[in-house]
């Protein structure tokens, strides 16, 4: 009877060199299509809003009253960070000024920016009249550059891939529509979870009992028989 002892040598071996073979690497990376060649992107932008002040002013008018309840209003749909507010010092219009602004913060607060949202600070105006500044940051959608179709011949593609501008009008019209530009360049932070409902769920999981919502008959799907 022949000795089985160099096969098992030669299969140890053999296990043994692949066992020392690097794995490869899996791309965690979604793989790049001919759409995202046409990504929209965002810019960051500065909004201002002037608040002209004269000698002797000391109260804000109506018209820029509703300046400044517009102005917050898009501070809370696109801004980010706080919303500065910019004083005037030294002019010919100082004392109003400092009267105007703090007519101008109560008036933001009233529109619902948080008093620990505004940002208060002085310029030194050097004997001029100059205006209260309002401002914030925000983003600013760029929409891709698309090329004319009629530059594009669709009817011959031989090599069966898409033509130049495949896709660039849908990320057009995203970045046309897209509420806040900034969630182009990364995602919005997530909420806190609600611990209350998954507390309920998780005691109504250890009962035994069901743990979604009971539906009424409205929501109960029926069919119907008026077609045999």
Not at 56 to 63: D, I, T, V
Not at 91 to 114: C, H, K, T
Not at 145 to 152: K, N, S, T
Request: aromatic share 4%.
């Amino acid at each position: 009877m022949k000795s089985r002892l160099p096969l098992l040598l030669l299969g140890v071996s053999a296990l043994t060199a692949c066992a020392g073979i690097p794995k490869p690497e899996v791309a965690s990376t979604p793989l790049a299509t001919q759409a995202d060649r046409h990504e929209p992107t965002a810019e960051a932008a500065v909004q201002r809003l002037e608040l002209n002040v004269a000698p002797g002013q000391m109260q804000l008018a109506a018209n820029e009253r509703a300046q400044l309840a517009a102005f917050a209003n898009d501070y809370l749909r696109y801004g980010h960070g706080p919303l500065a507010l910019e004083t005037p010092s030294g002019g010919a219009n100082s004392e109003s000024a400092s009267v105007l602004a703090a007519d101008a913060r109560r008036a933001l607060a009233d529109a619902g920016v948080s008093y620990a949202a505004i940002a208060g600070s002085t310029r030194d105006a050097g004997g001029e009249t100059l205006p209260i500044l309002v401002s914030f940051n925000r983003f600013e959608a760029q929409a891709p550059d698309c090329a004319p179709l009629y530059e594009q011949d669709l009817g011959h593609q031989s090599n069966n891939q898409p033509w130049t501008s495949f896709g660039c009008a849908t990320n057009f019209n995203l970045a046309s529509m897209v509420e806040d530009p900034a969630d182009l360049l990364r995602p919005r932070d997530m909420a806190a979870r609600d611990s209350e409902r998954r507390d309920t769920v998780m005691d109504a999981y250890r009962a035994g009992e069901q743990t979604h919502a009971e539906r009424s008959n409205d929501e109960r799907v029926t069919i119907s028989n008026a077609v045999q």
